[in-house]
């Protein structure tokens, strides 16, 4: 009897839903209308550039290293709130930390712009106690980290054959691809990161995010030491990989080595990079550094001999800073315009060159065999826009699929789904870009039927690709290691 009384209500309340379903369609905006079939033109004409070429039927082989993690991820402000770290009035940016009011004071500094970071905790307690009080947090998550393992399974998902360089726990290994083979040390216990994540428009006492991002926390013991080094050394020479791929040095920025330590280590990093095929691609991706020390160790042990980097929009002009003989630049506009971004890229690739130029020039003055590499390819990953330098007749293939494929990717990662929903998705870039600051530049209008505008100049291609920018949020810790190995696969 109960039973059957509901049933008219339940009919009236299926006529009444379909009622307000149809008075929202007739009362939408045309704008709305107008931006659902912008977007929708978008996303097919970007899926269209991505499948335009694919992976061959032999899986391209590629070796990442180096080392890896456990991240435990968290609701940035939730967690330092239950923690009881109070919101500072004094945002400061700290090269590592000690204390949680450090900690405070980092955070607040990057948090309201939106700007991604990473610090070393030196006080091994505290980061204990940090790492049990995030176990206990409702919502947390566990997941495989660190730029090498997170760059190694996204080449695997596109359809590579990846050897990985780490020292890793049994428990992590058995949750990589099969497509992916280790070469390190066993361990039992691996280094965890605390991924702080926040999103857009998230408070935290009087300070307000900008856009979404993560503040990352670490206390490494095995990464910083590339102790997977020797191991990953061996196994290269059979595995014949076709791209060679270093990441993960950020973890040695700040660490206390001893005295010459972690010069001999790049030295060791530099022996094999020096000694692997010319014809083999290498790229390196850089990350969050603050200490001088380590990105002039990088340009004198590592990026001469990478003739491929990858970076974000903060990472790019730290690079160029001291590239001119400036200062490290701890925190840059999180939202750049395309004109800004690519003439930094072109600065840091003519600068680069040159450098190849005078070494070379300067060692067959004198008999010597040639030093390092030539760059050939850049890629900038920013929220807005992906960008990518590409010299012609380079090895590098496909540049505007593999520009359309790594905007996609973007979405991809973040919004934590491989099919993209428009109704998670907005353009921030804009409806036509500059192409350069300087007087008299072209002017690109967005063209939703071909969003991935490419041209030439001087001796390379230049392509830009608007991103789809995910507006519910599921992770964006990992975004610029998914980004970049996508975008590689397709150029190998």
Partial sequence: MEGGSRLPWTKYGSVLSLFVVLLAIWFRSPQDT??????DTVLSSLLRAERKV?????????????????????DGVSFLNKMGVSHTDQPL??????????????????????????????????????????????????????????MAGRMATEGCDVLLGGSFSPDFTEVLSHHIAVAGKMIEEPDIHLILEYSSGASWGTYTSRRAN??????????????????????????KPDLLVV?????????????????????????????????????????SFVEENIVDDLLHYVIPHADSLGMNEQELPNLLSLLKGSNITVLSDPN????????????????????YKDANSHSEANNGKSKGKPL?????????????????????????SATAKASLTANRHVCGSNDIDLSKARLIMDDSFSISHREGSQRIPLQETRPVSCWDEDDYQI???????????????????NVSAAGLVLQI
């Fill in 34 to 39: 107008v931006l659902d079939g912008r977007l």
């Fill in 54 to 74: 694919g992976v061959n039927n032999a899986r391209p082989r590629v070796a990442v290293g180096f080392g890896g993690c456990v991240d435990l991820i968290v």
């Fill in 93 to 150: 940016h700290h090269d590592y930390l000690e204390n949680a009011e450090q900690l405070a004071q980092s955070f607040a500094y990057f948090f309201a712009p939106g700007a991604a970071a990473e610090r070393f905790m030196i006080n091994e307690t505290l980061f204990s106690e940090l790492v049990e009080g995030a176990r206990d947090l409702p919502g947390n998550r566990w997941s495989v980290g660190g730029n090498a393992p997170v």
């Fill in 214 to 239: 993560r503040y990352i926390i670490h206390s490494d013991a095995h990464n910083p030491y590339l102790d997977s080094l020797e191991e990953f050394a061996e196994k290269l020479e059979d595995f």
């Fill in 247 to 287: 990441g993960g040095l950020q973890m040695m920025d700040n660490f206390p080595f001893n005295s010459g330590e972690r010069e001999a280590v790049l030295s060791q990093l530099a022996d094999l990079l020096t000694s692997s095929s010319p014809q083999i691609g290498i790229h390196f991706e850089m990350a």
């Fill in 336 to 355: 750049p315009r395309v004109a800004t971004v690519l003439d930094q890229m072109r600065e840091v690739y003519r600068i680069l060159n040159q450098r």
């Fill in 376 to 400: 050939t390819r850049l890629h900038v990953h920013t929220l807005a826009f992906q960008a990518m330098i590409v010299t012609h007749g380079s090895q590098w293939k496909n540049t505007m």
């Fill in 463 to 481: 392509c830009v690709a608007p991103v789809l920018v995910c507006t519910e949020v599921y992770q964006t810790a990992g975004g610029g290691d």
